[in-house]
């Protein structure tokens, strides 16, 4: 089952999370009592709303297996579309990039500045510039509400409708034949208007797109070339076109003003950013079995068949750590960082290799060496966290991670990690309260819920902290009644 189309299966349950299914019976709703979605300007979906539901299906993401949970990979794609960002229209959006474990040439905007970016896209691109042209075009139609101003098309649309559109919308990214499935309940049009962006949203994210693209110091050909090639793959793939060209109409119209605005622009040379060929690596490094993935980076060093020599070895150390090879692993690292090659990703992988052979020393240092260089990498502060507690040195993980959780106070991983750190000594009201913030942060409240008062009840609590947890467990009563 695809990503999205277990997603969609939920969908149901997360009406109610987004209370808009608070009538019990949706034919009863007055046409009279609904808002009416107008333009861009005045459309009653705000873009306050916007986020609850995009904050809501992201929830539902993180819980999906095809989610590709690599803090490395996620912080890269961040790194490159905060980049982006900074040069749109609407910074003050916020946006959140994400990666998804699909081979699949896609990315995909989604309601609130969240976009997902599909592994398969990554690895298609040839070069930074390429990906940048298609993460900025994702942005336009972030800052230009498109998925909002396609919907407000749809006069005085009931409730129902508008989550089977958002949940057409993204089931069709994965897979448009799966859209049919979302129909049930709803205006069947209308859910069909939406699968794909209108040919005048494409057309208005690409100029926008190519502007943010020159502003943010892009080769703005990276945005053309990258779709001239996918539209000359359509008559490879016949009827089965890349999901990315059946919900982004492509047009030879469309490529054309491409390449029309570029006539005037000079040329601008954008290195690829080391980052961007480690992150490739990286994810090349995970596909297929551990042995053919160390087979196929050998080789290409063997035969010199890169071009990038550094990335490619980082590649290979990834696939020798999925081998379980540490000293391996290690070795080939080393060698990058003789080389004055530097990167946290290396760094991270580096010192999790001396302490995965048993030099724990060494690679515990090693991890307080690069959070020296790099304090605010959260793939080293989770690594560094997972060390301390895999050689059991409690105390200083506990320390570590409230210090980590003072700069940090969003983070979940860390307040897992934080748990599992105060139930290795015992502390079990701690332990549930650092699970309640992290469920939280997730969205599950009734979890949440549910360890608040198993740390009520923890019987190794002093006054400050039962204080602390009957009042957070106030808090998330009334947001869970809210939500209701």
């Known amino acids: 089952m695809s990503f999205f189309s277990s997603f969609s299966c939920r969908l149901s349950a997360l009406c109610l999370v987004l209370g808009v299914a608070g009538n019990a019976v949706w034919g009863q709703i007055d046409a009279d009592d609904l808002p009416e979605l107008g333009d861009v300007a005045s459309t009653d979906l705000s873009m306050q709303a916007e986020k609850k539901i995009g904050q809501e299906i992201m929830n539902e993401i993180r819980r999906d297996a095809a989610y590709l949970d690599d803090p490395e990979i996620e912080a890269y794609l961040n790194r490159l579309g905060n980049r982006l960002a900074a040069a749109s229209p609407d910074a003050g959006i916020g946006f959140h990039f994400f ?3 699909d ?17 398969g896209l990554v690895l298609a691109v040839r070069n930074e510039s390429e990906l940048a042209g298609v993460l900025a075009h994702e942005i336009s139609h972030v800052t230009q509400r498109h998925l909002a101003r396609g919907i407000a098309r749809q006069k005085q649309i009931s409730g129902v409708t508008l989550m089977a559109i958002a949940a057409a919308i993204l089931a069709a990214h994965s897979n448009p034949d799966l859209a049919s499935a979302t129909m049930a309940g709803a205006s069947a049009g209308a859910v069909q208007a939406q699968l794909g962006f209108s040919r005048d949203f494409e057309r208005e994210a690409d100029r926008i797109g190519f502007q943010i693209l020159q502003k943010a110091g892009f080769d703005v050909r990276g945005m ?57 690596a990286r994810l090349q490094a995970m596909r297929g079995t551990p042995d053919e993935a160390v087979t196929h980076f050998r080789a290409l060093l063997a035969e010199q068949k890169t071009l990038h020599v550094a990335a490619t070895r980082y590649g290979l150390a990834v696939a020798l750590a999925r081998k379980k090879d540490w000293a391996a692993a290690e070795t080939t690292l080393n060698a990058l960082r003789q080389d004055k090659i530097a990167s946290p990703m290396i760094d991270r992988l580096y010192a999790e290799s001396r302490v995965r052979r048993g030099d724990a020393a060494g690679g515990l240092a090693a991890f307080r060496e ?39 106070t969003g983070d979940a991983r860390l307040y897992k990690l934080q748990a599992r750190a105060y139930a290795a000594t015992g502390k079990m009201g701690l332990q549930h309260q650092a699970l309640a913030e992290a469920y939280a ?44």
């Open 99 to 101: 990666p998804v474990n």
């Open 103 to 119: 081979p699949m040439i896609n990315a995909f905007a989604m309601f609130g500045g969240y976009i997902g970016v599909n592994a």
């Open 224 to 280: 053309s070339s990258f779709f001239s090639r996918l539209q000359r793959a359509t008559r490879v793939y016949e009827n089965n076109a890349p999901v990315y060209l059946r919900t982004h109409p492509l047009s030879v119209e469309r490529i054309s003003d491409m390449q029309n605005r570029e006539l005037n622009q000079p040329y601008r040379q954008a290195p690829d950013s080391l980052e961007f060929l480690l992150t490739r």
């Open 370 to 408: 690069a959070l020296g260089r790099y304090p605010d990498a959260m793939a080293l502060i989770y690594g560094y966290g997972e060390a301390l507690l895999e050689k059991r040195m409690f105390a200083e993980a506990q320390t570590f991670l409230t210090q980590s959780l003072r700069r940090n």
């Open 441 to 484: 942060l997730e969205g599950a409240l009734p979890a949440a819920i549910e360890q608040l008062e198993l740390a009520q009840r923890a019987k190794d609590n002093d006054f400050y902290t039962n204080s602390s947890i009957d009042a957070r467990l106030r808090q998330l009563k009334q947001k869970q009644a809210e939500a209701k």
